[in-house]
């Protein structure tokens, strides 16, 4: 691989943006969800499914 390029103005304009309004993020929720699928000899699957609700209060 390469070196990076540096950042072109129209990205840094772009990060800054994205920036600014990551500063106002005051809490978030999220739904994480975990799915494990066995593949049996019998040629059948097992699946587990398992949900969080998540949320979060910055300070």
Partial sequence: ????P???????EALE???????KITSYQATITETMV??????S???YVQKWDVAVKLS
């Fill in 17 to 23: 943006r994205i920036r600014s309004k990551q500063d």
């Fill in 1 to 4: 691989m390469g070196e990076i």
């Fill in 45 to 47: 699957q097992l699946t």
């Fill in 6 to 12: 540096p950042l072109s103005d129209q990205t840094k």
């Fill in 38 to 43: 066995t593949q049996l000899s019998n040629g």
